[in-house]
């Protein structure tokens, strides 16, 4: 069965310095991968995704995350942390085997809560 | 850019009432879902939706709760009775087959 593991729950980082969030999944299949992020009653929204093409994801606002199989990680990375990247972020993993999320469901890690000092 | 809505944006209501929850998914995506999320926890799959019917929910998703595509463009999830326990967010999202696009979801408290 597929599962996510986010290893921390609160990180905390200066603004200007790196931002690395964790997460560890488990999976049968070759897996989707995602980062979501949820700000302050904002909804979810799609960070990046992985889907067996480039192990190096590009996502938006200068975020990025490395599939490593060896490790089954999918860490998440941002060279400079902004203010405004302060919200709690997601790793997600798709249920559904193959390149398209085809109807699938999603399972969510319990998030990791992102502060951002001035 | 599309986006999925959601209403009412936040909902409190009485133990054993009955509640709509109301989600305008993205117009040309075929699938839908609810998902929803007890403070403190983790966001938990509900219901997925396809061609006009159910087509996986999870185990708590009980008789109490029930799904509708009214009108072909509301996507509703009706909870019959409602228990303490089902406060909750409630996330609605609809899906292109490559991506889940979510709504700012509905905050359900249930005295």
């Known amino acids: 069965a597929q599962s996510v593991t986010q290893l921390d729950s609160h990180v905390s980082v200066s603004e200007g310095t790196p931002v690395l969030l964790r997460c560890n999944y488990s999976?049968?299949?070759?897996?989707?991968l995602f980062w979501y992020v949820q700000h302050p009653n904002k909804g979810l929204q799609l960070l990046l995704k992985?889907?067996?093409?480039?192990?190096l994801v590009k996502g938006i606002n200068g975020f990025e995350a490395e599939f490593k199989k060896s490790e089954t990680s999918f860490h998440l990375t941002k060279p400079s942390a902004h203010m405004s990247d302060a919200a709690e972020y997601f790793c997600?993993?798709?249920?559904?085997?193959?390149?398209?999320?085809?109807?699938?469901?999603?399972?969510f890690g319990q998030g990791t809560e992102l502060s951002v000092k001035p | 850019e599309p986006e999925v809505t959601q209403t009412p944006s936040h909902q409190v209501t009485q133990m054993g009432q009955e509640v709509i929850l109301r989600c305008v998914p993205i117009?040309?995506?075929?699938?839908f879902y609810w998902y929803r999320q007890i403070l403190g926890q983790k966001v938990e799959f509900l219901v997925s939706?396809?061609?006009?019917?159910?087509?996986?929910k999870s185990e708590i998703f009980d008789d109490q709760f029930s799904v509708e595509r009214p009108d072909g463009s509301n996507f509703t999830l009706k909870i019959r009775s409602t228990k303490l326990e089902d406060s909750a967010m409630y996330f609605c999202?609809?899906?292109?087959?490559?991506?889940?696009?979510f709504g700012p979801g509905t905050r359900l408290l249930v005295l």
């Open positions: 939706f396809y061609n006009n019917e159910i087509s996986e």
């Open positions: 999976s049968s299949y070759s897996p989707s």
């Open positions: 999202a609809s899906s292109d087959m490559s991506n889940q696009y």
């Open positions: 992985y889907t067996s093409a480039a192990t």
């Open positions: 997600v993993v798709s249920v559904v085997e193959g390149v398209y999320n085809q109807g699938g469901k999603l399972i």
């Open positions: 117009s040309n995506h075929l699938y």
